[in-house]
């Protein structure tokens, strides 16, 4: 199975920081992969798809790039609505994995 | 646009049975594999299994392996998960989720507990 190791597990930020989240994976998934939001409560929301295609609705703030193995999630200005943990997600193959997660915290 | 719906979850004892339901709409349902992911309670996102479109194959997560077993009836454009044998570690929020044209679409998520 694809690992994916993300990065950090724990980020303490302020509004208005750019903020960056990376993704490893075990192997080459070329750009089968995903990036989610999730508030307590809520079921993921999907933020970038092909490791770099905004999902319809997301703010212009949120970028996702990479290929291969590593991929970066950034959000250029934070914004109090953000504060939540994120997800990367590998779907190369019917196998899929996930990141452990990012909590983004003041 | 594209929908998916869970239904079924709630709560049983240990040893238990349940049957998980993911009404689809909005996309060609066949040509499609579908998934079921889970979360644990304060735990990350868990794959549990998928098929492919025909559902002639399956796969499964080794924590599953054996016990649950993935369905779907593509007349009725429905995803199933039977659960036999269920744990205390079932214990999780179950979402029903597919990848279409690479973008990936994800349901509410059913609740399932087992408990005593």
């Known amino acids: 199975d694809v690992q994916m190791t993300q990065s950090p597990s724990t980020l303490s930020a302020s509004v208005g920081d750019r903020v960056t989240i990376t993704c490893r994976a075990s192997?080459?998934?070329?750009?089968?992969l995903a990036w989610y939001q999730q508030k307590p409560g809520q079921a993921p929301k999907l933020l970038i798809y092909?490791?770099?295609s905004l999902e319809s609705g997301v703010p212009s703030r949120f970028s996702g790039s990479g290929s291969g193995t590593e991929f970066t999630l950034t959000i250029s200005s934070l914004q109090p609505d953000d504060f939540a943990t994120y997800y990367c997600?590998?779907?190369?193959?019917?196998?899929?994995?996930f990141g452990q997660g990012t909590k983004v915290e003041i | 646009e594209i929908h998916l719906l869970e239904s079924g979850g709630g709560l049983v004892q240990p040893g238990g049975s349940l049957r998980l339901s993911c009404a689809a709409s909005?996309?060609?349902?066949?040509?499609?594999?579908m998934s079921w992911v889970r979360q644990a309670p304060g735990k990350g996102l868990e794959w549990v299994s998928a098929l492919s479109g025909s559902g002639a194959t399956t796969y499964y997560a080794d924590s599953v392996k054996g016990r649950f077993t993935i369905s779907r009836d593509n007349s009725k454009s429905t995803q199933y998960l039977q659960m036999n044998s269920l744990r205390a570690d079932d214990t999780a929020v179950y979402y029903c989720?597919?990848?279409?044209?690479?973008?990936?679409?994800w349901g509410q998520g059913t609740l399932v507990t087992v408990s005593s």
């Open positions: 989720a597919t990848t279409v044209m690479g973008v990936n679409y």
């Open positions: 909005g996309f060609t349902f066949n040509s499609y594999g």
């Open positions: 192997e080459s998934i070329s750009t089968y």
């Open positions: 997600h590998q779907h190369k193959n019917y196998f899929w994995t």
């Open positions: 092909k490791a770099s």
